[in-house]
């Protein structure tokens, strides 16, 4: 995130951690030492979005007893992960970040771009900015038919639900979403805006006059259209942030006595313990040593636990390959030259990353009531502050925005004369829109005057694939991270639209006299599409958005990592878990799919070991 909210942090709230109380939970297990026993039903790797939601699912049984191994720190060290509008503040370059770079990427001027994942428990979900959706429709369909699985459809997949709440300032939320497509009965709790922006009224007027950006009732996906623009729901009840840890291993979830959460420990290698009856290698134990501090490569103490069922990996697209590769398990002519001995020769893990983009377009406006002064002026932090701690309420209680849409390129777009369309399906988008009432551009300094919109763009069906590879042998050190962003034809187009959409946007009647001007002294003379495509190379990042580096495939695929079961292809007793294993990436923002991918994840598992 850019300097000028790092700088806000350190002098606003710096006292946070003093005054943010949390809700009472246990104390979470520090040392192995403090371990009973090194045999458990299952082993989760990763305390994230998806490990917690199975942690909680899996000891729901009384009898069935879970260890969940977590490399990150403990989110009760971090209230202020609790406050959703300071988001941008909690990565890259702090505590509760991997602080992952990627490699120079050729499409973005050899920029080297921050690959933003959660280290911490509740993983990306306790540092992300709270857009909660679950995608097209389209996406699941595809899915289903990818792994030759029907039950991936997203007409099964609907059972699972989230727990939609009040707003935080509890207003008249009517004709805001659609409740029918909604519940109240489910485990993380959603709400919409908490709190009115002055842009909002020029953005609902803005659908009324452009045709190309209509007004969508609810932009959750599945059974609803994402097409359209409207307001966003963001995964926060009661104006606080609701990641996999608070939500599901709630108080009552963290006492349970058959389940056990270790954090600060990372996990370095699994390894065979025989074969099957079916003669599978089999893999239940793993090695895991104390997550060391930052900058040391050195290996610690090296534990060793064992799962008497399955080992379940939840560590992300980023971890998991990691931990595969480090385990023999991936192409075998890198591995060799990494001198790690192959047991299964699989050259589908790590390949196909894929990632969302994010370009950020700001404008200069005439007006006061955008939220710039807040980011500037500690009196004015202050007050909100105060205002959030005593009520929930207030800017600190929203998330980076309250509106947003997605849209697709025509159907008879010349793109498509030699791009196939790589959406899902007709309700899938191409490219998204995100309004914000601040300036916001990651890198860049905040200008000390002035006040500004940002129009965020993000393409939605990337066709690009890179890939993670191992750095080393040595479990500590980075993996290579390189997802080859804009290296297809339609990529570039899809990124080039979404800027000249964005444009076209703020050009409409509601923002006469308003919008003055762009920021970007490229953008202000990008008449081309040629001009766009070098201001986009100059400042797209990521969107952390990472899926696909150990995906799903029908089981008698001759590519992917793991089967419609999600158990790993060629052996016996392990299960991927977590946003990897997408053969694509969703049309929308990854955290709702992933909390249903573990939740049917769960009821899999059980029917399999009961």
Request: glycine share 8%.
């Amino acid at each position: 995130m850019a300097d000028f909210l790092r700088t806000w942090l350190s002098i606003g709230l710096v006292g946070l951690v003093f005054y943010v109380v949390l809700p009472a939970r246990a104390v979470l297990i520090t040392l192995p030492l403090q371990l009973n026993t090194t045999f458990y039903d299952y082993v989760i790797v990763g305390g994230g979005t998806a490990g917690l939601t199975l942690a909680s699912r899996l000891t729901e049984n009384a009898s069935t007893t879970v260890i969940v191994l977590e490399a990150g720190i403990s989110d009760q060290h971090f209230p202020n992960l609790q406050i959703p509008f300071i988001a941008p503040t909690l990565s890259p370059k702090t505590q509760v970040d991997w602080n992952t770079t990627t490699t120079a990427q050729p499409g973005l001027n050899n920029r080297e771009i921050p690959y933003i994942r959660g280290h911490v428990l509740g993983g990306s979900s306790s540092i992300n900015y709270l857009f909660h959706q679950y995608c097209s429709s389209d996406d699941w369909d595809r899915l289903s038919s990818i792994s030759g699985d029907i039950n991936w459809e997203w007409t099964r997949m609907a059972k699972y639900h989230e727990n939609l709440v009040a707003s935080a300032d509890f207003h008249n939320t009517i004709g805001q979403f659609d409740g029918s497509d909604h519940s109240k009965t489910g485990q993380v709790p959603i709400s919409l805006p908490g709190s009115n922006q002055s842009i909002d009224t020029r953005v609902l007027a803005t659908t009324q006059q452009l045709a190309e950006f209509p007004f969508n009732l609810d932009t959750g996906g599945g059974d609803h259209s994402l097409l359209g623009v409207g307001f966003l729901i963001s995964s926060a009840g009661n104006g606080t942030r609701s990641s996999s840890s608070t939500t599901y291993l709630n108080s009552s979830v963290i006492n349970r006595p058959n389940l056990v959460v270790l954090v600060n420990v990372t996990a370095t290698m699994l390894f065979q313990s025989g074969n099957s009856t079916n003669g599978l290698p089999s893999f239940r134990s793993l090695h895991y040593t104390a997550t060391p501090p930052p900058g040391n490569l050195t290996l610690g103490t090296i534990q060793r636990v064992t799962a008497t069922k399955e080992i379940i990996l939840s560590a992300g697209a980023i971890g998991t390959p990691q931990l595969l590769m480090l385990s023999g398990i991936g192409d075998s002519a890198a591995l060799a030259r990494l001198q790690i001995n192959t047991t299964i020769n699989n050259p589908s893990v790590g390949a196909n990353l894929s990632d969302h983009m994010l370009i950020p377009n700001v404008f200069a406006v005439n007006g006061t009531g955008t939220l710039d002064d807040l980011l500037r002026n500690a009196t004015t932090q202050a007050s909100t502050l105060n205002q959030w701690k005593t009520t929930k309420k207030g800017s600190f209680a929203n998330s980076v925005s309250n509106t947003y849409g997605f849209t697709r390129f025509p159907a008879n777009s010349s793109i498509f004369n030699t791009t196939p369309d790589p959406s899902a399906g007709p309700n899938t988008p191409h490219w998204e829109i995100i309004l914000s009432n601040f300036f916001f551009q990651p890198g860049t300094a905040m200008p000390s005057t002035g006040n500004f919109l940002t129009v965020v763009t993000v393409p939605s069906t990337p066709t690009s694939r890179g890939s993670v590879t191992l750095r080393s042998n040595n479990p500590y050190d980075q993996p290579i991270v390189d997802p080859q962003y804009l290296t297809t034809a339609f990529d570039m187009s899809a990124a080039v639209e979404s800027v000249k959409g964005a444009l076209r946007f703020i050009s409409a009647p509601a923002w006469s006299g308003y919008v003055v001007g762009n920021f970007s002294n490229v953008l202000k003379t990008a008449t081309s599409d040629a001009l766009i495509e070098q201001y986009i190379r100059g400042i797209a990042g990521s969107a952390f958005h990472g899926v696909g580096t150990a995906a799903m495939s029908s089981s008698n695929a001759t590519t992917g990592v793991v089967n419609s079961d999600l158990t790993l292809k060629g052996v016996d007793g392990v299960r991927i878990v977590d946003s990897s294993v997408f053969p694509f990436i969703p049309s929308c923002h990854t955290q709702g799919p992933v909390y249903l991918l573990a939740e049917r994840a769960a009821d899999i598992i059980k029917a399999a070991n009961n």
